[in-house]
């Protein structure tokens, strides 16, 4: 397959670019212009609008085309554009020293990764103990200084449902029609699960399908997601961790089971 040059901001948005799930980008890449370059460098793994895949490159490709346009990186962007007019205090990249003790530890090391670059990462300077308080993510870590699209923010469980209020229209923060867009079914034709604009939409398999037919969503590798409901008002924030010390299976089923005990608690 050719590389990424035709892939729209649009297709990697709704993860149908054809982009590869995860690379590990540091081993050959550091800063942001080396990332975006070796990105762009990547065979495409599927044809663009085909069918649907999670990608981290495209994530970061979208966050490198942000920063371009803005000329401000995505951490002064968040603060400026998210973080004031949402009021959020605790909900930043890159946690200074004092937050430490409220970070939750996640991977000893980056174990998991790697496993997963082989012989190609012998010679890698690896983290070795326990990560509390930075990106567990080695591509946001190693080589974007903590800052990326794809992963990096901390937060608290209250600020992500504010944030998620805003994405609900219960804060004048979004225009309409770009949460009408962002919230629509952007495959264009593309086989798999519907996509927003980056976000999960509602179907039978999803981890918060229990809670209704307009629902929406996200995950994070480490054990997070984030679902709501429009219907019901309703956020639903999880805050877990299958990574410490080692990365563990299971959190596909745990989530569902979380959210299917979450709505009837509350009627």
């Known amino acids: 397959m050719p590389p990424c040059g035709r892939v729209t901001v649009r297709e990697t948005l709704a993860h149908t670019g054809g982009l590869a799930a995860w690379k590990a980008l540091y081993l050959g890449a550091r800063g942001r212009e080396a990332v975006v370059e070796a990105v762009a460098r990547l065979p495409l793994e599927g044809r663009p609008g085909e069918r649907v ?23 002064v962007l968040f603060e400026e554009h998210v973080a004031r007019p949402l009021r959020l205090q605790r909900t930043r990249f890159c946690p200074p ?40 993510d080695g591509n946001a870590h190693y080589a974007l200084e903590g800052v990326a699209a794809h992963a990096g923010l901390f937060s608290s469980a209250e600020e992500v449902a504010r944030g998620m209020e ?95 005990m979450v709505l009837p608690s509350i009627e």
Request: with cysteine; hydrophobic share 40%.
């Open 97 to 136: 020293a004092h937050w430490r003790k409220r970070c939750a530890a996640t991977e000893r090391g980056n174990g998991y990764e790697r496993d997963l670059a082989g012989r190609a990462g012998a010679d890698f300077p690896w983290r070795e103990g326990g990560i509390v308080g930075e990106v567990h």
């Open 53 to 75: 895949g999670y990608s981290d490159p495209g994530v970061m490709l979208v966050g490198a085309a942000v920063e371009g346009a803005t000329g401000k990186r995505l951490d």
């Open 166 to 260: 805003a994405w609900l229209g219960y804060r004048r923060w979004i225009p309409e029609a770009y949460r009408t867009e962002a919230l629509s079914d952007q495959r264009g034709g593309a086989e798999g699960a519907p996509r927003g604009l980056g976000w999960m939409l509602y179907h039978p398999a999803a981890f918060f399908a229990f809670l209704g037919p307009r629902s929406f969503g996200h995950t994070g590798f480490t054990g997070t997601s984030v679902a709501a409901d429009p219907d019901r008002g309703l956020v639903v924030v999880l805050l877990t961790n299958r990574v410490h010390p080692q990365v563990r299976e299971g959190i596909v089923e745990f989530r569902k089971a979380f959210h299917e």
